[in-house]
T-cell receptor
Framework: GQNIDQPTEMTATEGAIVQINCTYQ??????LFWYQQHAGEAPTFLSY????GLEEKGRFSSFLSRSKGYSYLLLKELQMKDSASYLC????????????FGAGTTVTVRA | DVKVTQSSRYLVKRTGEKVFLECVQD?????MFWYRQDPGLGLRLIYF???????EKGDIPEGYSVSREKKERFSLILESASTSQTSMYLC??????????????FGEGSWLTVV
């Protein structure tokens, strides 16, 4: 299995930038996913990294370093609607249809 | 758009009852999953299925069973519900394989309370 660690909570101001870190340990890394989950709703897919580097999608970017077992999700120009839980998930080569999830980081955006 | 539909959004059941949670997906996905989500623990995999009538245990299968008689439908069964099974249950589906960007899609969740 994987040990996936991410901070429990983060708070930021509207318009600011927040970086959510995720570290993982896996025997056969095969991709890292970030999901957004609003309270009471299903997780929705945000980003996918399998190679080292930065993937940018509008206000959201995700970075991966496989050698360090490290990823981050960067949220820019924060809006109130970005208040949600952000889940880091890792896919393992030995079981490539299974994702293992971190406990999630709750981001609160304040006016 | 991919649609994963869970039959019940909110359920209240008594200890010892048999509980069925149904899930249907409309994208012809090979893989289907059942997770439960608890505060501070994140999503934990209960069971998954990679084909009709095929199933594999996830990380926490105890107290649960599953059924996949048709490709689009995956059912989670609690044979004898206990209060420790009070949780949010999420069904998900995906294509087979690890091709770039292959992600899983979630249903809206079923909140189960066992009293």
């Amino acid at each position: 299995g994987q040990n996936i660690d991410q901070p429990t909570e983060m708070t930021a101001t509207e318009g600011a930038i927040v970086q959510i870190n995720c570290t993982y340990q896996t025997s056969g890394f095969n991709g890292l996913f970030w999901y957004q989950q609003h309270a009471g709703e299903a997780p929705t897919f945000l980003s996918y990294n399998v190679l080292d580097g930065l993937e940018e999608k509008g206000r959201f970017s995700s970075f991966l370093s496989r050698s360090k077992g490290y990823s981050y999700l960067l949220l820019k120009e924060l809006q109130m609607k970005d208040s949600a839980s952000y889940l880091c998930a890792v896919r393992d080569l030995s079981n490539d249809y299974k994702l293992s999830f971190g406990a999630g980081t709750t981001v609160t955006v304040r006016a | 758009d991919v649609k994963v539909t869970q039959s019940s959004r909110y359920l209240v059941k008594r200890t010892g009852e048999k509980v069925f949670l149904e899930c249907v997906q409309d994208m012809d996905h090979e893989n289907m999953f059942w997770y439960r989500q608890d505060p501070g623990l994140g999503l934990r995999l209960i069971y998954f299925s990679y084909d009709v009538k095929m199933k594999e245990k996830g990380d926490i299968p105890e107290g649960y069973s599953v059924s996949r008689e048709k490709k689009e439908r995956f059912s989670l069964i609690l044979e004898s519900a206990s209060t420790s099974q009070t949780s949010m249950y999420l069904c998900a589906s995906s294509f087979a394989g690890s091709f770039s960007g292959n992600t899983i899609y979630f249903g809206e969740g079923s909140w189960l309370t066992v009293v």
